[in-house]
């Protein structure tokens, strides 16, 4: 069955708790590196920041690659899948504007993983971080533009 199928399936009866942490990853579209370009990358970091700022989630760290979003966050309000269609739909309207493109940046569906308050969440952090430098793209961590955490 097709990863597509299976993701819609899943999220239908997803339950999604305020207060909870998530680990969420969602890619784009047949994984083109759209955010190789760190200027693109940076209009889904405003989507990000919004979300913090609407009271929606608190942001504990996240990473732009070139082909997906690695995201730690508290759920402050609203449900998984409203917060990422907003943030996906956010995003991919100012990116399409800013490219003169139509049409889809973000596969559909999107990885949750609900984590315990006794789970290492800084390590979780340093995963997350650490992934610019697992790909290959940076030698050092702080040469990678789009990635942050609230203990940096």
């Known amino acids: 069955m097709p990863i597509a199928a299976n993701g819609c399936r899943l999220r239908k009866s997803r339950f999604a708790e305020q207060g909870r942490l998530y680990l969420l990853t969602t890619v784009t579209q047949q994984r083109q590196p759209v955010f190789a370009d760190w200027r693109l990358g940076r209009l889904l970091v405003d989507q990000l920041r919004c979300a913090d700022e609407?009271?929606?989630v608190t942001s504990m760290a996240?990473?732009?690659?070139?082909?997906?979003?690695?995201?730690?966050?508290?759920?402050?309000n609203g449900s998984l899948a409203e917060l990422m269609c907003r943030i996906k739909s956010r995003s991919s309207?100012?990116?399409n504007?800013?490219?003169?493109?139509?049409?889809?940046?973000?596969q559909r569906g999107y990885y949750d993983r609900a984590l315990r308050r006794d789970e290492d969440i800084k390590g979780a952090a340093r995963y997350i971080v650490m992934n610019p430098l697992r790909a290959g793209l940076v030698s050092r961590v702080g040469e990678y533009p789009l990635w942050d955490a609230i203990w940096i």
Do not use: C, F, T, Y
């Open 54 to 56: 609407s009271a929606s």
């Open 62 to 76: 996240w990473v732009v690659m070139p082909d997906h979003l690695h995201w730690l966050i508290e759920l402050k």
């Open 93 to 95: 309207r100012s990116i």
């Open 97 to 106: 504007l800013v490219r003169g493109e139509q049409g889809r940046l973000w």
